[in-house]
């Protein structure tokens, strides 16, 4: 999985309570992304990060907010949680000198009950 | 804005059969085609891509792919399928003016014996 871990792997939370999920990579990537998997939609993005503090919103940004204080770092949050936000999310890197691809972790299953 | 179609959610083959996934898709500028795997309880998984060049792009695992540029269209194809290409297939694009990648749908292949 491209030097990318996910944390969680899963979880189950309520609607209304906050939830963040954190991508940690090891290469310095520069390029990080937050995507969520629904069946019939494929992969949305939610939003991504061209560096330290360096953020731009995806197609499906509303409800979501990420930080990158560090390189290494990338964290999405659900301010409050909706049942419309369970989801599998994934975070990919773009590897530094292949500007046109993308790798993928592990994911992590969030379920909003 | 740049979009993909897959317009098959499930397809079926025969092992030691030709296979193809098919994938259309549009953009404003030059399009950058990718396919993606994700095998159960995986993360996506880089198969090929298709930046520029020859229209028959060859990737991993014996898979390759035809660009056609006149029908917009970036089929994913494998000349003698196995049991082991089941799985779920991504198609996706980004253009040259965008930093976002697109996916499709998803279409499902299943290799029976």
């Known amino acids: 999985d491209a030097g990318i871990t996910q944390s969680p792997r899963h979880k189950v939370t309520e609607t209304g309570t906050p939830v963040t999920l954190r991508c940690h990579q090891t290469e310095n990537h520069r390029y990080m992304y937050w995507y969520r998997q629904d069946p019939g939609h494929g992969l949305r993005l939610i939003h991504y990060s061209y560096g330290v503090k360096d953020t731009d919103k995806g197609e499906v940004s509303d409800g979501y907010s990420v930080s990158r204080s560090k390189t290494e770092d990338f964290l999405l949050t659900l301010e409050s949680a909706t049942s419309s936000q369970t989801s599998v999310y994934f975070c990919?890197?773009?590897?530094?000198?292949?500007?046109?691809?993308?790798?993928f972790g592990p994911g992590t299953r969030l379920t909003v009950t | 804005a740049q979009s993909v179609a897959q317009p098959e959610d499930q397809v079926n083959v025969a092992e030691g059969n030709p296979l193809t996934v098919k994938c259309t898709y549009s953009v404003s500028g030059n399009p950058y085609l990718f396919w993606y795997v994700q095998y159960p309880n995986r993360g996506l998984q880089f198969l090929l891509k298709?930046?520029?060049?020859?229209?028959l792009v060859k990737g991993s695992y014996g898979f390759e792919a035809e660009f056609n540029k006149s029908q917009t269209s970036f089929h994913l194809k494998k000349p003698s399928a196995l049991v082991s290409d089941s799985a779920l297939y991504f198609c996706a694009v980004r253009d040259d003016n965008n930093n976002d990648m697109r996916f499709g749908a998803g279409t499902r292949l299943t290799v029976k014996p």
């Open positions: 298709y930046i520029t060049g020859d229209n």
């Open positions: 990919a890197i773009r590897p530094s000198g292949r500007a046109y691809e993308q790798y």
